[in-house]
Nanobody, 125 residues
Framework: QVQLEESGGGLVQAGGSLRLSCTAS????????MGWFRQAPGKEREFVAA????????YYADSVNGRFTVSRDNAKNTVYLQMSSLKAEDTAVYYC??????????????????WGQGTQVTVSS
């Protein structure tokens, strides 16, 4: 069993930055690909970014490419999402997730096995 916990969310003005963290307990994350997803009110949960088990490959949604950066520190069992140039449309609950079967990473929500509880990001315009 893997327990994931997100942190770092909050209220920020448009154009600002936030860094989200996802820390795991119960099992090391070093063998797993990790993803970040988000869900805005009234919308489906959508892919934001993913990173392979080694950190050697990263993937981004078109809407965040060039503004967000996913990274990981396997020694700290933590994955990060650095968000810059934030826009009002980035407002959502952000979730991290672990894919224990595909170490290269995935954009597909249903390929992730474990999820955190989410952290709220609100961008004011």
């Amino acid at each position: 069993q893997v327990q994931l916990e997100e942190s770092g969310g909050g209220l920020v003005q448009a154009g600002g930055s936030l860094r989200l963290s996802c820390t795991a307990s119960g099992r090391t994350l070093s063998s797993y690909a990790m993803g970040w997803f988000r869900q805005a009110p009234g919308k489906e949960r959508e892919f934001v970014a993913a990173i392979s088990w080694s950190g050697g490959s990263t993937y981004y949604a078109d809407s965040v490419n060039g503004r967000f950066t996913v990274s990981r520190d396997n020694a700290k069992n933590t994955v990060y999402l650095q968000m810059s140039s934030l826009k009002a449309e980035d407002t959502a609950v952000y979730y991290c997730a672990a894919d224990i079967l595909r170490p290269w990473g995935s954009r597909k929500r249903n390929e992730y096995n474990y999820w955190g509880q989410g952290t709220q990001v609100t961008v004011s315009s």
